[in-house]
T-cell receptor
Framework: GAVVSQHPSRVICKSGTSVKIECRSL??????MFWYRQFPKQSLMLMAT?????????EQGVEKDKFLINHASLTLSTLTVTSAHPEDSSFYIC??????????????FGAGSRLTVL | AQSVTQLDSQVPVFEEAPVELRCNYS??????LFWYVQYPNQGLQLLLK??????LVKGINGFEAEFNKSQTSFHLRKPSVHISDTAEYFC?????????????FGKGTHLIIQP
């Protein structure tokens, strides 16, 4: 089945630094990937939709200059948290949709990346 | 726009007992419905989905759910739970674009299995 790989699974950084999280679709191509943020014991909140070859679409209230998204190929999207602050500490999860076949209507999720900003 | 309501934030159940996790949704258009499970510090795993056809859908790990359009519900059930079912369960909905749209999630239900 469809597999989405997310890296790193955990990252700790100092305040003011930038962190990049990668999301890869391993066995399928994804024109669209989604980035979610999850606070402890809460649901997933959609941050942005990453579109291959074009600009990402951000949800209301999400700072596009802080959360840079790049979708350079059909199998890779990256989320860069710029000038990270402790309030950016969270669990970030990406998901992707297989373009074809029976998987077209189902999102596959990565294992998530836990960011801790000191 | 769609919304999802999971009425119970936490459901404690004894091992081998049946369980139902409730989910209601609202939408002005036809929807696709999903249940995902999340184990601690992990991503989401698809349990089952309703796209069309039979309103009773069966998923992995012995779970099933029934789509009820008149009640706008998609409750998740399992006839006999195991300790390993302890996890967070999320109900989600997407618009008619299916996976082309981001999913809207409920707040989750923490299923606690008691020995």
């Amino acid at each position: 089945g469809a597999v989405v790989s997310q890296h790193p699974s955990r990252v700790i950084c100092k305040s003011g630094t930038s962190v990049k999280i990668e999301c890869r679709s391993l066995d399928f191509q994804a024109t669209t990937m989604f980035w979610y943020r999850q606070f402890p014991k809460q649901s997933l909140m959609l941050m942005a939709t990453s579109n291959e070859g074009s600009k990402a679409t951000y949800e209301q209230g999400v700072e596009k200059d802080k959360f840079l998204i790049n979708h350079a190929s059909l199998t890779l999207s990256t989320l860069t948290v710029t000038s990270a602050h402790p309030e950016d500490s969270s669990f970030y999860i990406c998901s992707a949709r297989d373009q074809e076949g029976s998987g077209a209507n189902v999102l596959t999720f990565g294992a998530g990346s836990r960011l801790t900003v000191l | 726009a769609q919304s999802v309501t999971q009425l119970d934030s936490q459901v404690p159940v004894f091992e081998e007992a049946p369980v139902e996790l409730r989910c209601n949704y609202s939408s002005s258009v036809s929807v696709y419905l999903f249940w995902y499970v999340q184990y601690p510090n992990q991503g989401l795993q698809l349990l089952l989905k309703y796209l069309s056809g039979s309103t009773l859908v069966k998923g992995i790990n012995g779970f099933e759910a029934e789509f009820n359009k008149s009640q706008t519900s998609f409750h998740l059930r399992k006839p006999s739970v195991h300790i390993s079912d302890t996890a967070e369960y999320f109900c989600a909905v997407s618009g008619p674009g299916g996976g082309a749209d981001g999913l809207t999630f409920g707040k989750g239900t923490h299923l606690i299995i008691q020995p």
